[in-house]
């Protein structure tokens, strides 16, 4: 089954590019009906319009929080989207905004990809951070947004390791090429198969009102 998505972005936009790529290949069966971003010339913007995909700029300065993510929900509702696909947009989205979102099984269609093995390294400079504190392992994460900072459920990882010869830059090369890989597939896995994660077992506030029933979360859209 085909997804209609939205991908919102701030920057340089080669994620975007990555899933344009799969869609364009036959790789993954799905539509980007719109490209939003909130940095006005991001590269995202350019990457849309070569695609002729329909594109948003709704900057965030000047506003404050709710009157941008009001905007944003405006533009986003003019489509008919089954996902919101987050491709380094740099905002955090409340709660407020997730609920326009709500799959009835108590997720939000929001989904995020995160340049770390969360729950490591949360926040803007996952690879720095990864690559400052020596790890052996690092990786990537596709989730589910919450109303927390890279979060919710996990979706898919992908790991790689720091090699000898690592500079933070051949490192983050390498991380960037597996998230090229990675967002795309799980967006086809989503397609074809609905959102599946594992429940997490130790609670909180948030899971536990989300995770009820069975150990494997299944939904379809
Ligand atoms: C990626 O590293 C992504 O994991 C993070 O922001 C970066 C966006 O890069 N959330 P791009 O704009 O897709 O090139």
């Given at each position: 089954m085909?997804?209609?998505?939205?991908?919102?972005?701030?920057?340089?936009?080669?994620n975007l590019q990555a899933i344009l790529d799969a869609i364009s290949t036959g790789n993954l069966d799905a539509k980007v009906?719109?490209?939003?971003?909130?940095?006005?010339?991001a590269g995202a913007i350019d990457i849309a319009a070569k695609h002729g995909v329909a594109t948003a700029v709704v900057?965030?300065?000047?506003?404050?929080?709710?009157?941008?993510?009001?905007?944003?929900?405006?533009?986003?509702?003019k489509h008919d989207l089954d996902f919101i696909v987050l491709a380094g947009y740099m905002r955090v989205l409340s709660s407020g905004f997730l609920s326009n979102f709500k799959d009835p099984r108590g997720f939000f269609k929001v989904i995020n990809i995160h340049p770390s093995l969360l729950p490591a390294f949360p926040g803007t400079r996952g690879y720095e951070e990864a690559f400052e504190y020596g790890?052996?392992?690092a990786g990537v994460t596709v989730h589910l947004v919450?109303?927390?900072?890279?979060?919710g459920p996990i979706l898919?990882?992908?790991?790689?390791?720091?090699?000898?010869?690592?500079t933070i830059e051949s490192f983050k090369a390498r991380g960037l090429r597996i998230e090229h890989e990675l967002y795309p597939q799980v967006l086809q896995n989503i397609a074809r198969d609905g959102v599946t994660y594992f429940k997490r077992l130790k609670d909180d506030a948030v899971q536990a009102e989300n995770n009820q029933g069975t150990d494997r979360e299944t939904a379809r859209r």
């Open positions: 085909s997804i209609n998505i939205a991908v919102l972005a701030s920057g340089r936009g080669s009906q719109i490209v939003l971003v909130n940095v006005p010339g900057p965030n300065a000047g506003l404050t929080r709710k009157e941008h993510e009001e905007k944003v929900i405006a533009e986003l509702k790890v052996k392992v919450d109303e927390k900072v890279d979060h898919a990882q992908a790991t790689f390791s720091r090699t000898e010869d690592d």
